[in-house]
């Protein structure tokens, strides 16, 4: 983890390269974050009409590709390796997000039971950086896409049900149970052998 007295444009000069690394990183999730929270918002607002103004700290979101691109700098660096593939950059990133919470809601849960909100849902708001993680780490690593409709309507509906089991553990597991970035890997890459999905085969190139 950086020190928050560092210089970032010091952490830069200490090598060139991280700067585009940086801005590639920061734009990608700026511009997933800033989509997730409209969505979110909009979506709760226009079910139960309440308006929880969901954002996000950009200042945050700095110390969150910071630590990532440093993390992978170093697993690079001391175990001679090749720039790390997007499944190991995907869980750096998740863990970062988890530890430094850049979403927030401007209003305060819980809503009001009247509202019809179900206990997932708040909970799934409440955590919204978890959240926010689960729905990175499907969108990177296992999405849907267009070889799904070779399989099947049955196929489909299994696949759709697993897929929302393994969701739900993995926002308990990073609401309560994360510890390393190296055990978030472990779980996204035993999951890769799964048939419940199609897997990103891009996962596995390097990030360079």
């Keep these: 983890m950086r020190l928050y ?7 830069f000069e200490d090598n060139p390269d991280r700067r585009d690394s940086f801005n590639e990183k920061f ?8 989509r997730y ?18 954002g996000y700290s950009r200042d945050l ?10 993390d992978l700098e170093r697993i690079s660096k001391f175990h001679d390796t090749p720039a790390p593939n997007r499944l190991k950059e995907a869980a750096y990133t998740v863990y970062w997000i988890v530890r430094h919470k850049p979403i927030a809601l401007e209003r305060k849960l ?4 009247n509202a019809g909100l ?8 409440r955590f919204i950086n978890e959240e926010f993680g689960v729905r990175f780490i499907m969108g990177a690593v296992y999405p849907y896409n267009k070889q799904i409709a070779a399989h099947g309507e049955d196929w ?6 697993r897929r929302k089991i393994f969701e739900e553990f993995l926002l308990y597991y990073l609401v309560y149970r994360l510890e390393s970035a190296k055990s978030l890997e472990a779980i996204m890459l035993a999951m890769t052998i799964s ?6 085969s891009g996962i596995w190139k390097s990030i360079e």
């Design 61 to 70: 979101l700095n110390e969150v590709v910071i630590d990532t691109v440093s």
């Design 118 to 125: 179900d206990e997932l849902t708040q909970f799934r708001l």
């Design 27 to 34: 734009i990608h999730l700026n511009k997933l974050m800033s």
């Design 156 to 161: 489909l509906k299994e696949s759709l049900h």
């Design 110 to 113: 819980p809503i009001p039971s």
């Design 5 to 11: 007295s560092e210089s970032v444009e010091r952490w």
């Design 37 to 54: 929270t409209s969505f979110v918002g909009k979506a709760v607002h226009d079910n139960i009409g309440f308006d929880i103004k969901p």
């Design 195 to 200: 048939p419940a999905w199609e897997i990103d």
